[in-house]
């Protein structure tokens, strides 16, 4: 599976931004899809997940402000991010895991939230 990510730049603090990220491939095999991002100077961490069956997950500093979304065939996963803080800056990174437990990143796209 392959991911392309887009949609990182530079945001104000209360704005919005729209990640997307499109995968190719083997998507079938597609179970999950989600978001991470990393801060400099910190560890990756979980934002956003989505199954195939529709359950979502989102960490507790991004729930009620990020909404992640995908198509129905698990080929683009989007991440829609309002009411952003300085401290949702990082490098944001799509991941998709498939039926075997595989998982695959794609390029980290970064998002910074700064007037």
């Known amino acids: 599976v392959q991911l392309q990510a887009s949609g990182g730049g530079l945001v104000q603090p209360g704005g919005s931004l729209k990640l997307s990220c499109a995968a190719s491939g083997s998507i079938r095999s597609i179970n999950v899809m989600g978001w991470y991002r990393q801060a400099p100077g910190k560890q990756r961490e979980l934002v956003a997940t989505i199954a195939r069956s529709g359950m979502t997950h989102y960490s507790d500093s991004v729930k009620g402000r990020f909404t992640i979304f995908r198509d129905d065939t698990m080929s683009t996963v989007h991440l829609q991010m309002n009411s952003t803080k300085p401290e949702d800056t990082a490098v944001y990174y799509c991941?998709?895991?498939?039926?075997?437990?595989?998982?695959?990143w794609g390029q980290g796209t970064l998002v910074t939230v700064s007037s």
């Open positions: 991941n998709v895991e498939t039926g075997y437990g595989i998982p695959y």
